[in-house]
């Protein structure tokens, strides 16, 4: 199970750091994402990390603004935002798959419920 923390409202230009803890074994074998869904829009990736190692993968929008990270003992998942805009309002959801990183949203299996960003302009 997934679980996000609380997102909120924030203003152009501000951060926000949205966490998500798993519960049950075996966090540090799945490789993790963040998800977000634009109202009227398709879900796509944010930002992934591999389960083993460093390699990362971030979405176009994403990149030199948003930072994924994750600990495995503490059994979470954290995206920063930074230099949020307007666009960036959406559901954001986290998500693991076992073994290797991917941006491919059928491959993940075990889903969060997704929180709320909303950034005012």
């Known amino acids: 199970r997934l679980l996000e923390s609380k997102g909120g409202f924030v203003q152009a230009g501000g951060s926000l750091t949205l966490s998500c803890v798993a519960s049950?074994?075996?966090?540090?074998?799945?490789?993790l994402a963040w998800f977000r869904q634009v109202a009227g829009k398709e879900r796509e990736v944010a930002a992934a990390i591999v389960s083993i190692g460093e390699e990362k993968y971030y979405g176009d929008f994403a990149k030199g603004r948003f930072t994924i990270s994750k600990d495995n003992v503490k059994s979470t998942v954290w995206l920063q935002m930074n230099a949020l805009e307007s666009d960036d309002t959406a559901t954001y959801t986290c998500?693991?798959?076992?073994?290797?990183?991917?941006?491919?949203?059928?491959?993940?299996?075990?889903w969060g419920r997704g929180t709320q960003v909303t950034v005012s302009s």
């Open positions: 998500a693991a798959k076992g073994g290797l990183l991917s941006t491919e949203e059928r491959d993940y299996f075990y």
């Open positions: 049950g074994p075996s966090f540090g074998s799945y490789s």
